[in-house]
T-cell receptor, first 113, second 115 residues
Framework: AQSVTQPDIHITVSEGASLELRCNYS??????LFWYVQSPGQGLQLLLK??????LVQGIKGFEAEFKRSQSSFNLRKPSVHWSDAAEYFC???????????FGKGTTLSVSS | EAGVAQSPRYKIIEKRQSVAFWCNPI?????LYWYQQILGQGPKLLIQ????????DSQLPKDRFSAERLKGVDSTLKIQPAKLEDSAVYLC?????????????FGEGSWLTVV
C-alpha cells in the first residue's frame, strides 16, 4: 500500500539550532516527493520537491531535503531554525502520472527561545 | 497572481444539516482537488477534477458528499446530511495540469464544525 510515515508527531527545537524532520514512504512506482508547511489557520505552502536528479534539493526559507532511495526516506533539514519556522510540516508522495498526493500525518515544530 | 479562494472560511452546523463549500482555483488551472484534513492528520483526497471531469473520487463518501465543477472553473463541495466525524478542514487545491512537475497550490481551507 502507498503510504507516508512521519515518525515524529511533535518536535521542539531551540532557536538557532539545527532541524531534521523525518519522512519515510512506501510507494510502488518512482516517487515524486514533497514537503509542505502549514501555519495555524493557513493552507499548505510548498517548501520543496524532488522528482529526479540531484538527491539533495533546496527549497524556500533555507530548507533542504535529501532523497535516499535505499532507505525510502526524504528527510527535511534546516541548519538554523528561526522562531517563525514554528508550524506543521507535511511530507507527501506523488507520481509521474500526476495522481493526487498522499500525505503523512505531519510533524508539529515548536521553537523555543 | 490571485491564489485559490475558498468560502466560507468557517462554518458550524448541527448534525444532519447540510453545508456547501465553494472554491475558485487559480486562473487557468485545469486540475482541482478537494482534500479533507481532520485535526491531527494529514490531508486526504476526496475528489480530483481535470477540467470538469472527475479523475478520482474513490475516497469520497458518496452517500453524503457530492462535488461538482461546472464549466471547469469553480467547484462546490456539499455534505448532506453532516455527521460529527465530518468536522474537519476542507482544502481546495489546484494545479496547471495533473502531470509531473506541477506544483499544487492550496487554499486556506474551510473549517467545518459539526455539533
Amino acid at each position: 500500500a502507498q503510504s507516508v510515515t512521519q515518525p515524529d508527531i511533535h518536535i521542539t527545537v531551540s532557536e538557532g539550532a539545527s532541524l531534521e524532520l523525518r519522512c519515510n514512504y512506501s510507494y510502488g512506482a518512482t516517487p515524486y516527493l514533497f514537503w509542505y508547511v502549514q501555519s495555524p489557520g493557513q493552507g499548505l505552502q510548498l517548501l520543496l520537491k524532488y522528482f529526479s536528479g540531484d538527491t539533495l534539493v533546496q527549497g524556500i526559507k533555507g530548507f533542504e531535503a535529501e532523497f535516499k532511495r535505499s532507505q525510502s526516506s526524504f528527510n527535511l533539514r534546516k541548519p538554523s531554525v528561526h522562531w517563525s519556522d514554528a508550524a506543521e510540516y507535511f511530507c507527501a508522495v506523488g507520481n509521474q502520472a500526476g495522481t493526487a498526493l498522499i500525505f503523512g500525518k505531519g510533524t508539529t515544530l515548536s521553537v523555543s527561545s | 497572481e490571485a491564489g485559490v479562494a475558498q468560502s466560507p472560511r468557517y462554518k458550524i452546523i448541527e448534525k444532519r444539516q447540510s453545508v456547501a463549500f465553494w472554491c475558485n482555483p487559480i486562473s487557468g488551472h485545469a486540475t482541482l482537488y478537494w482534500y479533507q484534513q481532520i485535526l491531527g492528520q494529514g490531508p486526504k483526497l476526496l475528489i480530483q477534477f481535470q477540467n470538469n471531469g472527475v479523475v478520482d473520487d474513490s475516497q469520497l463518501p458518496k452517500d453524503r458528499f457530492s462535488a461538482e465543477r461546472l464549466k471547469g472553473v469553480d467547484s462546490t463541495l456539499k455534505i448532506q446530511p453532516a455527521k460529527l466525524e465530518d468536522s474537519a478542514v476542507y482544502l481546495c487545491a489546484s494545479s496547471p495540469q495533473a502531470t509531473s512537475g506541477n506544483t499544487i497550490y492550496f487554499g486556506e481551507g474551510s473549517w467545518l464544525t459539526v455539533v
